[in-house]
């Protein structure tokens, strides 16, 4: 059962989307970093994460209050592989390699490490911004009730 207390600090779904983004955008930012300080390391190749497709997931969960449907696949014939789909809520940290590489096979492009990891810094920022605000309407709307 949820207490008095917790229901009042539970004031939004979203935040709780917000603050896993933060969390990925935190990872993201620790990899491209590590991506940057390995650009002259041999045969090093860059990685990414790809978080977006769960955040969107659970958002639709959240916020549209429709559980997730699938369509589960039917096997015609025993002799058919058992289908199986993709777990797809987790995160996935994958290799970036759509650049060549050099002789000594890195694949590091300082460009689009440092492009991708001014992206994610806005981004970031952005989400914490965001935030502010919305712990600042709520603080706002707390005060003003003590008033009356």
């Excluded at 045969?43 to 559980?67: C, G, T």
């Excluded at 025993?78 to 995160?91: E, G, N």
């Excluded at 911004?129 to 009730?145: D, N, P, Q, R, W």
Aim: cysteine-free.
């Amino acid at each position: 059962m949820i207490s008095k207390a917790q229901s009042i600090f539970e004031y939004s779904k979203a935040r709780e989307i917000a603050y896993k983004a933060l969390d990925y955008r935190s990872l993201r930012q620790d990899l491209i970093a590590s991506n940057i300080a390995n650009v002259d390391t041999p045969m090093y190749r860059p990685k990414d994460v790809n978080f977006e497709q769960v955040l969107a997931k659970k958002a639709r969960e959240l916020l549209d209050h429709i559980p997730n449907k699938k369509l589960e696949l039917w096997k015609t014939n025993v002799r058919h592989i058992d289908p199986s789909a993709p777990k797809d809520d987790k995160s996935t940290i994958f290799y970036r390699d759509g650049h060549l590489a050099r002789n000594d096979g890195n694949s590091v492009d300082l460009d689009v490490e440092t492009s991708e990891m001014g992206k994610n810094s806005v981004m970031y920022q952005a989400i914490v911004g965001s935030l502010k605000k919305h712990g600042g309407i709520f603080s706002y709307a707390v005060e003003s009730s003590r008033s009356l």
